[in-house]
T-cell receptor
């Protein structure tokens, strides 16, 4: 069965710092990869997704993620965070032989200090 | 921008009672899902629904759970006899096609508290 790991549970950064959140998955086949964000009191929103092609994908709000197949990783990055990026970030994977279900990581709670 | 909506936002119930959680998916979407997140744990897949029938379900989705699309807009999750361990945030999601390459759009969730 596929699984997703997010190693950082809590991250605290100051504004303008660079961000990298790790995501690793365990599945040997073809996968679709997603990062979702949940701002306080709001629903899960899609930040970006990777299905195929260029392994460096750009999403909304200046976020990007790089798919490294050999490392089974899909890390999320942002060069300069803002206070408004304070949220919980979830990595999710859909394995192409697992129908449409998403398998989520445990989430990373990011706090950006002004 | 169209959104998935869910009602109620918070439901409190007594153990053993039946609850129905409601979702209105995005109007042209065809695939519907329920996920749950127990406090402090991962978001877990429960069930997917397409063409008026369940297409996949997880081990969590036992006989206590059922889903229904009673009309053209609502998608419901029923828990027949709630247990304390059913306390969680329940998220509905939908996608616009039957393929597994499309994005799931999530609702705001219903927080279920079983006393």
């Amino acid at each position: 069965a596929q699984s997703v790991s997010q190693h950082n549970h809590h991250v605290i950064l100051s504004e303008a710092a660079s961000l990298e959140l790790g995501c690793n998955y365990s599945y040997g086949g073809t996968v679709n990869l997603f990062w979702y964000v949940q701002y306080p009191g709001q629903h899960l929103q899609l930040l970006l997704k990777y299905f195929s092609g260029d392994p460096l994908v750009k999403g909304i709000k200046g976020f990007e993620a790089e798919f490294i197949k050999s490392k089974f990783s899909f890390n999320l990055r942002k060069p300069s965070v803002q206070w408004s990026d304070t949220a919980e970030y979830f990595c999710a994977v859909n394995a192409n032989n697992a129908g449409n279900m998403l398998t989520f990581g445990g989430g990373t709670r990011l706090m950006v200090k002004p | 921008e169209p959104e998935v909506t869910q009602t109620p936002s918070h439901q409190v119930t007594q153990m053993g009672q039946e609850v129905i959680l409601r979702c209105v998916p995005i109007s042209n979407h065809l695939y519907f899902y329920w996920y749950r997140q127990i406090l402090g744990q991962k978001v877990e897949f429960l069930v997917s629904f397409y063409n008026n029938e369940i297409s996949e379900k997880s081990e969590i989705f036992d006989d206590q759970f059922s889903v229904e699309r009673p009309d053209g807009s609502n998608f419901t999750l029923k828990i027949r006899s709630t247990k304390l361990e059913d306390s969680a945030m329940y998220f509905c999601a939908s996608t616009s096609t039957a393929g597994d390459t499309d994005t799931q759009y999530f609702g705001p969730g219903t927080r279920l508290t079983v006393l």
